[in-house]
Structure formats: structure tokens, C-alpha cells
């Protein structure tokens, strides 16, 4: 399965190689394995064995072998890491962050929708400049807007969660629910809700 260059970023190869980047800049002072990398992200084996020996050849990441298993993690030293680091924060961030500060909140689901997730599905268009997080459940609105401030200090982009009953998210005549529906959404914490589950 290849993958195109990404619309948030296209100046990277893959959204592959964006979400690896993302996955080890975002979080410097872990060390994953080959293994651990393909299970968080969702990916091919072979396909992230490839990316990280492009990535550890050209000395965007660190590499280093505990017996059999290959351990990788970003490099501080890299020349390359800040500038990097601030470039997939703001393109590919919100992903991973919005589910790390969201999934806190015990809701059925959080999903980011509008601008950021019609670009992260390759539709062409202006890079985002907000981050629009839709959460499905029964969540204390003070909880839900710390959790998008700390988003927002992590990501540098403004936040914007709405918080969605799940009577709402089923109910056909409610025009917001009906415009998400209708468009890109990534799903970050949970699954989509379908009636007659849970």
C-alpha cells in the first residue's frame, strides 16, 4: 500500500513517514521499538522498518539495537529535531495530541473534524489554522475546555471542542451534526457511534 505525500504537509513523502516523525518527535524522551511504532500508528511492519532506516540514515532520528529489536527515538542532537518538531506539530500534532488530552475525559468518542481533518484526508486546501474537536458523551464542560488548552499549548493552535450528547449525534435534524457527519472526520479516541451498539 503506498502512501501519497500528505495535503497538511506535502513537502514529506508519505503521511507514513509524517506519522512516524510525528509519533517520535512529538515524544522525545520515549524509545519505541519498530514493533511498538507500527502497532500505535495503525501501520505495515515493513513499511516502518523502511521509513526508519531512511530516517535513522539521514540522521533525523535515533537508532540503536537491544538484541533482536531495533529501538528508535528522536534525536536532540540533530540540527534538524527543533525545526522539525515545530513543522508536524502544527500539520500532523493535532492527531496524536488531541487523543492523548481528550481520552482523559471518559467520553464514548473524540473526533477532530472541519479544516484540519479535511486536509489529513488529502483533500487540497489552506493549511488549518484551528483545530475543531467534536467529543460524544456525557463530559463536564470544565474538563472539556482544560483538555483543549492543554491541546492548545501543546499544538500552538487554537482548540475548539464541542461537546455532543449521543441522542445528539443520532438525532437527524440537528444541522452542526448533520454538517460533521457530512465531511472528513478523524476519529482520535474510541469509534464512531452506531446505533444500537453499547
Known sequence: MRSEAPALLPILR?????????????HPDSEYSITEVASKLGLPLTTVQREVTRLSGAQLIRERRVGR???VSADPASRYTRPLTELVTLAFGPRLVIGEEFRSLDAIAVAIYGSWAARYEGIAGRAP????????GEVARRYLYEAAERA??????PVNPVLCLLSRWFAASDPLIEQI???PIVWVAGDEPREGEG
Do not use: K, M, P, Y
Open 129 to 136: 489554522h484551528d483545530v475543531d474537536v467534536l467529543v460524544i
Open 14 to 26: 508519505s503521511q507514513h513517514l509524517a506519522e512516524i516523525l510525528t509519533l517520535l518527535l512529538l
Open 181 to 183: 457527519r457530512s465531511a
Open 152 to 157: 492548545e499549548q501543546r499544538l500552538g493552535l
Open 69 to 71: 529489536s531495533r529501538l
